[in-house]
DNA sequence: CTACCGATTGACT
DNA sequence: GTCAATCGGTAGA
């Protein structure tokens, strides 16, 4: 069956239009174990210019190496013994991207469940780690092209009415640096977007 | 080689 | 709200 992922255009622009433009799109992995689906609830925007919690702030290295790379690859990478995904923004060389923070699982769920502890349906995916736990999403992704329709991409849902849900803006969530910036968007009210209440409100 | 750290999480007051 | 466990990557000796 074709799928239908997500074209290189959508990922080819500023990575906070990106990041408002991913809410409500479905994340899907298809791996040996079986096929799991997210719908995207909660992203933040990490900028290539004037933006210190970049991680290609300080130059490009090998571990950031995916963000330089063209849009609409995945930039995965370990933190306190789990990982992140984002997907890559704007023209190659151009190292912005957006983290994907939040899923709400649609397929797959048990199978989303044997890989993650505790299994409550909310606490499945509502974090940028769980999530990866979940979707098994870890560093032999790094750098994989999204716009392909193979193994691990982002599609639209044609059925889902993005306006049932209002936008939230905020600042991001964990950074150690560059607090200011509201670069983190998320759908009010969905409970499957991490934090705390007023962080999902 | 060792030291340090983080875009996290889960447990706890 | 606070706090410690976690470990791969990077920087520095």
Redesign the pocket.
């Known amino acids: 069956m074709a799928t239908n992922p997500l074209r290189r255009e959508f990922y080819d622009r500023d990575p906070v239009e990106v990041a408002m433009g991913l809410l409500g799109n479905i994340l899907v992995h298809q791996s040996v174990e079986g096929t799991v689906t997210g719908r995207i609830v909660e992203t933040?925007a990490?900028l290539a210019k004037g933006d210190s919690?970049?991680?290609?702030a300080?130059?490009r290295?090998?571990?950031?190496a995916s963000?330089f790379g063209p849009p609409g690859r995945a930039?995965v990478?370990?933190?306190?013994?789990?990982y992140?995904f984002?997907v890559v923004t704007e023209p190659e060389d151009v190292a912005s991207?957006?983290?994907v923070?939040a899923v709400e699982p649609l397929d797959g769920i048990s199978l989303m469940k044997q890989r993650?502890?505790?299994d409550r349906l909310r606490?499945i995916a509502?974090?940028?780690?769980?999530?990866?736990?979940a979707f098994d999403i870890d560093?032999v992704l790094d750098g994989w092209d999204l716009t392909r329709g193979v193994r691990f991409w982002i599609e639209r849902d044609g059925d889902f009415n993005v306006g049932q849900f209002e936008v939230g803006r905020s600042e991001?969530?964990?950074?150690?640096?560059a607090h200011d910036l509201p670069l983190r968007f998320f759908f009010k009210g969905n409970e499957f977007v991490?934090g705390?209440k007023?962080m999902r409100t």
């Open positions: 933040e990490y919690a970049c991680h290609a300080r130059g290295n090998r571990k950031n963000m930039y990478y370990p933190i306190h013994a789990r992140c984002n991207a957006v983290l923070r993650r502890v505790p606490e509502n974090g940028p780690a769980k999530l990866c736990e560093r991001r969530i964990g950074v150690t640096s991490s705390p007023r």
